[in-house]
Every structure is written in C-alpha cells, then in structure tokens.
C-alpha cells in the first residue's frame, strides 16, 4: 500500500514578517554635545616672602607677607596675611576681603634706615627685640582656631630648649632670621627665651581650662604626648602624667 504526502499550504497561522516601524523622532535628531565650561581660575594662594600689592590702597605701595594662615570665611577657604607695606607698616589682611596682586617691585622697609634685602623688620612686628622674641606664634593664640588646636600649638612650643642647637632653632622660627647670632649675642638670645617661656606658661595655664572644656579627652592625649619641657606645667595644673 503506498502512502500518499500531501502537500500542505500555508495556514492561517503562518507568522507574518513585522512591517518596518517608522523612524521615531528622536532618530532622527542630531546628537547634542554639550561642552563644559572651564575651570574658574583658582584663587592665588600666598607664602611667606612674597610681594604682593593691595588694589584698593595702592598708598600703601609693595608689601612682603611675613606670615600666611589658611582659614574660612563664610565656608569658603581664604587666608589671613600679615603684610609688611613699605609705605603703611604691618597690616593684617583676609584675602576675602581683599584680594591682593602680585607686585613686581620688591618692598622696602616703612621705616627709616639703610641696607637692602630683608631685616628683622621685615619678619617680626614693630616693637623692641625683647617684646617680639617673647611674643608667641599666631597659631597658638589664634582666637579664630579651636582652643583645641591652640592647645595642641602651645605644647608643640615647649619642644624648645635654652640650650645647644635647640636654642638657635627657637630664635630661628621666632625671628625668620636665618643666622639669628648675626643680630643678637648668646647672652641675648637665653634672655630673649626665658621671657618667652614665661609668657608660654602663662598662656597654657589660662588656656587648658578652656580647652578642657571644649574636648577633655583631646587634652589629655595632646598632653601624653607633649615634649617634656611641658611636663612640669601640666603637672601643676593636673594635667596628663
């Protein structure tokens, strides 16, 4: 018996080819590049020795900063400037108030006197050597830092000693000179420390209460790893060992 195939056609239920769809209209539009806009300039960020000019009181002529401390203002970073001008003295400046130029000409003293380069003038605020050799560094005084970070700058202070290179060193940071027994003697300069260690324990005293205050954990782990030359004031005011 012979079997007979039968052809079949196609069904009602042969699937159909999908007609094209239409282009969409975002196909057909051009891709947009959008190009970034460039940085904004950064604000100049000042050292100490530079020469800069004050826009608004061009009187005032070339100034050399003597020293530079980053801070904020209004959230913003800016720094606070010790300026010594040539014709207006020492002036401290915020530089978001402010913003100072680049000068070109170096600064010469306000005061009268011969001889170029930097002095102790151009490092140090007026007064006799005495007072500014026993004034402490910003840093620890600083009523814009926490008393924290003044605490912890104080004790940094105590590091120094009035003996051997340690002396130089001391008179070196406080001064800006380089060779500090090219202005004073030896004799000078031991005097110039006991004062300004007098004036340092002073300072820590009325500072730790505050401090303590603020974060009295802090303190004692600043005060555990104070230099020893701090050890004997921080004994007295029932601090750390």
């Known amino acids: 018996m012979c079997s007979r195939r039968s052809r079949r056609g196609p069904t009602r239920f042969t699937a159909r080819a999908a007609p094209p769809r239409p282009a969409t209209r975002s196909a057909c539009l051009t891709k947009r590049v959008i190009t970034p806009m460039p940085p904004a300039p950064a604000e100049p960020s000042w050292k100490t020795g530079d020469v800069v000019r004050h826009p608004v009181k061009p009187e005032w002529g070339p100034g050399t900063v003597v020293s530079a401390l980053a801070t904020t203002q209004d959230g913003k970073p800016c720094q606070r400037l010790n300026i010594r001008f040539g014709r207006a003295g020492l002036k401290t400046i915020s530089t978001a108030f402010a913003p100072l130029e680049r000068a070109d000409t170096p600064a010469s003293p306000a005061s009268g006197g011969g001889g170029g380069g ?124």
């Open 118 to 241: 930097k002095t102790w003038l151009d490092h140090a605020e007026a007064g006799n050597p005495a007072e500014r050799m026993a004034k402490l560094p910003e840093p620890a005084t600083d009523p814009f830092r926490t008393p924290l970070q003044r605490f912890q700058a104080t004790l940094d202070l105590y590091k120094y000693q009035d003996t051997g290179g340690s002396l130089i060193d001391w008179a070196t940071a406080q001064s800006g000179l380089a060779d500090p027994l090219a202005e004073f003697s030896r004799h000078d300069l031991e005097a110039f420390f006991q004062r300004f260690r007098n004036n340092l324990d002073q300072h820590l005293r009325k500072l730790a209460p505050e401090a303590i205050r603020a974060d009295s954990a802090g303190v004692r782990k600043l005060a555990a790893e104070a230099p020893a030359g701090a050890h004997n004031t921080l004994r007295r005011l029932n601090i750390g060992r």
